[in-house]
């Protein structure tokens, strides 16, 4: 056999020899392929329906409005309401900002999906921990292929925590925004002012970055003398391109009880603001005065009759308990108080110890009448002769 043709022998022995090895690697190449196809096609499949879920501040102050946001995705478009409801909180409060869901659309993997953005507010109440639990929605689609389906999707649970800065501490009626801004209004002012007269005022305060159910109870400044009417106050919410605000007008009506000079109004507002800590504005006041006794006027007037009639018992009391008894013994013979008379002169002799000589004095049978007089007998006049007697005896 000759060199060309032992050459050819061993070229076609190698090629016979590598040809399985490259269809195993060719078909192991292929199997890898179509796996990998495999495992693509069914990573984009579509989905039934899922919801994404966003809450971008999760450390807020308490009453500090957050905007929870769920976006549900289903493919194909909504065949019907979405239901859902809100979970009830201790330590918050969940409130749904619309009725009306946000439609969209979305294309992922060649796949036109529809969305429905649906905002929740959420208001934190107190300090801490505060979970939002799993939120579960109910919707009805059409799918690509045109099937009528209803499925159940549900949203991951979210964890907030609030905090009361320390300036806030000792303030209890306050709300956070980013702006506030006061209005008031009276009616006509007039020249004089009298008891029964109303003046009726309108107030209204505005914010940024809140709902109406936010905006805390106005309590109005009375001075005494005064009586307020407080009205039902009127709640507006409004959004402009995203930008949420709340207004709430108050009407009050003053009635005057009575005179005196009065200043209304005053009363300050508190908030917090994000950017720029507590802030605080007030309304400006409003003075007037009505002529008349004013009821300061009255209580002097009454203090100083009081005063009066202490003193005089005080006078009457000195009188009756620290004067000499010589003085009242005179006082009653001057005025003819016979019966007083007698009881002090049995007074003063018996501290004395002159009793009896009292007894014996001249004429002093005379004495026995005046005693009987006392307890109660007809009334006794004395002789001048008598009466001398008792000018003796003081």
């Known amino acids: 056999m ?47 329906a899922w919801v994404d879920v966003e809450l971008k501040q999760r450390h807020p102050v308490v009453g500090q409005s957050l905007t929870l946001v769920y976006d549900v995705y289903v493919p194909g478009y909504f065949n019907g309401a979405t239901e859902f409801s809100l979970a009830s909180l201790s330590h918050a409060r969940l409130q749904q900002r619309s009725q009306f869901a946000i439609n969209g659309a979305k294309t992922m993997h060649g796949v036109q999906y529809a969305s429905q953005r649906w905002e929740i507010t959420v208001i934190p109440e107190q300090a801490g ?43 209890k009626n306050y709300f956070v925004a980013s702006d506030v801004s006061l209005k008031q209004s009276w009616s006509a002012p007039k020249a004089d002012y009298q008891v029964g007269d109303i003046i009726r005022r309108e107030v209204t305060v505005k914010a940024s970055d809140i709902s109406s159910i936010q905006l805390p109870h106005f309590q109005p400044l009375v001075p005494r003398g ?89 006078y009457w009391l000195y009188l009756k308990y620290k004067r000499s008894l010589t003085g009242r ?37 005379w004495l026995v009448p005046l005693f009987s007089q006392e307890y109660g007998a007809a009334q006794y006049q004395l002789s001048e002769t008598e009466k001398k007697q008792l000018k003796k005896i003081c």
Not at 8 to 29: F, K, Q
Not at 260 to 284: A, P, V
């Open 2 to 48: 000759s060199k060309v043709s032992l050459y050819w022998w061993l070229m076609i022995l190698a090629c016979g020899l590598l040809m399985p090895l490259a269809d195993a690697e060719g078909n192991e190449s292929a199997t890898s392929t179509a796996s990998q196809n495999a495992r693509l096609t069914q990573e984009a499949a579509p989905v039934q």
């Open 129 to 171: 921990l505060i979970t939002i639990p799993t939120q579960s929605f109910k919707v009805k689609f059409i799918n690509a292929a045109g099937q009528a389906q209803q499925v159940n999707v549900q949203a991951q649970a979210m964890d907030i925590f609030a905090y009361v800065p320390s300036e806030l501490a000792q303030q």
């Open 226 to 314: 005064i009586r307020v009417t407080q009205l039902e106050p009127s709640l507006k919410d409004s959004n402009n391109r995203g930008q949420q605000s709340a207004t709430m007008t108050l009407v009050l009506q003053y009635h005057i009880a009575q005179a005196g000079r009065y200043q209304l109004g005053g009363e300050t507002i508190t908030w917090w603001q994000l950017d720029q800590g507590l802030q605080q504005k007030s309304f400006k006041t409003q003075q007037f005065e009505v002529p008349g006794f004013t009821l300061q006027w009255i209580w002097s007037i009454l203090a100083i009759v009081i005063f009066l009639l202490c003193l005089s018992a005080c």
């Open 329 to 365: 013994i005179k006082h009653a013979y001057h005025q003819q108080q016979w019966s007083r008379l007698i009881a002090l002169l049995y007074q003063r002799a018996d501290r004395r110890g002159v009793l009896a000589q009292l007894k014996r004095l001249p004429g002093g049978q």
